[in-house]
Nanobody, 119 residues
Framework: VQLQAFGGGLVQPGGSLRLSCTAS????????MGWYRQAPGNQRELVAT???????IYSDSVKGRFTISRDNAKGTVYLQMNSLQPEDTAVYYCNADILARIGGRMGYWGQGTLVTVSS
């Protein structure tokens, strides 16, 4: 089982980016999926999570600017990021609670994708 994230890059302040993360492998079911980020010198922090049925939690710092969604059929979680600011610069990691057909249930992390907000 693995998670693969896409969509990072360089964007100007006020711009937008969309991240995606897809789970692959021998998967029985996927529970909560989410995005976390880690800026240089900081601890990894929650950005947003979404359950299989669509219940969502956002960190206060991204409410109203970021939107998390998922496609259960594709095993994919998305993060639409609007009104990006320099303080959003970080490596973004996806996370998923996965019940694998072999190995049981555990949390998996994607490889991280760098988002840089700068003029």
């Amino acid at each position: 089982v693995q998670l693969q994230a896409f969509g990072g890059g360089l964007v100007q302040p006020g711009g937008s980016l969309r991240l995606s993360c897809t789970a692959s492998g021998s998967i029985f079911t996927i529970g909560v999926m989410g995005w976390y980020r880690q800026a240089p010198g900081n601890q990894r922090e929650l950005v947003a999570t979404i359950t299989r049925l669509g219940s969502i939690i956002y960190s206060d710092s991204v409410k109203g600017r970021f939107t998390i969604s998922r496609d259960n059929a594709k095993g994919t979680v998305y993060l639409q990021m609007n009104s990006l600011q320099p303080e959003d610069t970080a490596v973004y990691y996806c996370n998923a609670d996965i019940l694998a057909r072999i190995g049981g249930r555990m949390g998996y992390w994607g490889q991280g994708t760098l988002v840089t907000v700068s003029s």
